[in-house]
């Protein structure tokens, strides 16, 4: 893929900024390029989502469900609003 695919991939990707969509479930979606900045994803099944380079600024994932999910980075997590309830993917475990 070319730098301008890569951008016109981007361009077109989901935007959920600010979006409520708790208690939904996304499980095996592919969120590459998204934009979910300041979402509420309370409760959200994520279970083998795809991350890759998906903002995930003040998103609330309280309670959600990351597990298998798929390249989602320790600096997106720490962005993201999380509690104890959030399950996160194997690989960003203690």
Known sequence: MNHQS???SYRDALDLSGAFIRRTNLSGV???GADLSGADCTNVDFT???F?????NKTILRGANLTGALNVSR???AE?????NTILPQ???P
């Open 91 to 93: 690989h960003l475990l």
């Open 30 to 32: 592919n969120l590459e």
């Open 6 to 8: 890569a951008v016109n």
């Open 52 to 56: 890759k380079n998906a903002n995930l």
């Open 48 to 50: 083998g989502a795809n």
């Open 80 to 84: 993201a609003i999380t509690d104890k």
């Open 75 to 77: 600096r997106q997590i």
